[in-house]
């Protein structure tokens, strides 16, 4: 879907949609109001929850003083399991990164990090869940912008590794989360 990218900022966003133009894969861009909250940017493009990724920058400890950054994408109605990154690489630990590391390496600004990296220090991790849709929705670097992407296409393109990197949800289990008040439960 060529659009005209001198509209656009020398930025990551058209970074991105100049490699999907060059790419010649099939998208489609959803224009909307501004947001950076999964739940409610996906109401707004209109697709399920699911099909949302939802991206993360993880910093990953590897010893003393040592550490990588990972971009965690994972499905939007899931919660990333840090557990599970750590030891997918042999990490002590591993928490969110500060919330500057994580928009310098990512180049996006909080609520808009795209399931792509551009930079040699931020390594790409699929959760295998979300591969599983045909089509993902994710903001294109900017929070009144979204891009729909094949499935395919993206793993085409992004060349994540993918593994587990979460439980499924409770929601999808055994219906909406509820608060049930003390003295009602078992």
Same mark, same amino acid.
């Given at each position: 879907?060529?659009?005209?990218?001198?509209? &656009?900022?020398?930025?990551?966003?058209?970074?991105? &949609?100049?490699?999907?133009?060059?790419?010649?894969?099939?998208?489609?861009?959803?224009?909307?109001?501004?947001?950076?909250?999964?739940?409610?940017a996906s109401e707004l493009r209109g697709h399920p929850l699911d099909q949302?990724?939802?991206?993360?920058?993880? +910093?990953?400890?590897?010893?003393?003083?040592?550490?990588?950054?990972?971009?965690?994408?994972?499905?939007?109605?899931?919660?990333?399991?840090?557990?599970?990154?750590?030891?997918?690489?042999?990490?002590?630990?591993?928490?969110?990164?500060?919330?500057?590391?994580?928009?310098?390496?990512?180049?996006?600004?909080?609520?808009?990090?795209?399931?792509?990296?551009?930079?040699?220090?931020?390594?790409?991790?699929?959760?295998?869940?979300?591969?599983?849709?045909?089509?993902?929705?994710?903001?294109?670097?900017?929070?009144?912008?979204s891009i729909a992407l094949p499935v395919p296409a993206y793993v085409t393109?992004? +060349?994540?590794?993918?593994?587990?990197?979460?439980?499924?949800? &409770?929601?999808?289990?055994?219906?909406?989360?509820?608060?049930?008040? +003390?003295?009602?439960?078992?």
């Amino acid at each position: 879907m060529p659009r005209d990218l001198d509209l &656009l900022p020398p930025d990551t966003s058209h970074r991105l &949609l100049s490699l999907l133009d060059d790419a010649r894969v099939p998208y489609r861009l959803v224009p909307h109001a501004p947001e950076g909250r999964t739940e409610l940017a996906s109401e707004l493009r209109g697709h399920p929850l699911d099909q949302a990724a939802k991206c993360l920058v993880v +910093r990953v400890s590897t010893g003393r003083r040592s550490r990588r950054y990972v971009l965690a994408v994972v499905p939007g109605d899931r919660r990333l399991d840090m557990t599970r990154v750590r030891e997918l690489y042999d990490g002590t630990d591993a928490a969110f990164a500060a919330r500057e590391v994580a928009e310098r390496l990512s180049g996006c600004v909080s609520g808009c990090v795209v399931p792509f990296t551009f930079h040699p220090d931020l390594e790409l991790v699929v959760d295998t869940a979300l591969l599983d849709n045909d089509w993902i929705y994710f903001n294109a670097a900017r929070l009144d912008l979204s891009i729909a992407l094949p499935v395919p296409a993206y793993v085409t393109l992004a +060349r994540p590794r993918t593994a587990p990197l979460t439980a499924p949800p &409770l929601a999808g289990v055994l219906g909406p989360a509820v608060d049930v008040p +003390r003295e009602q439960r078992p």
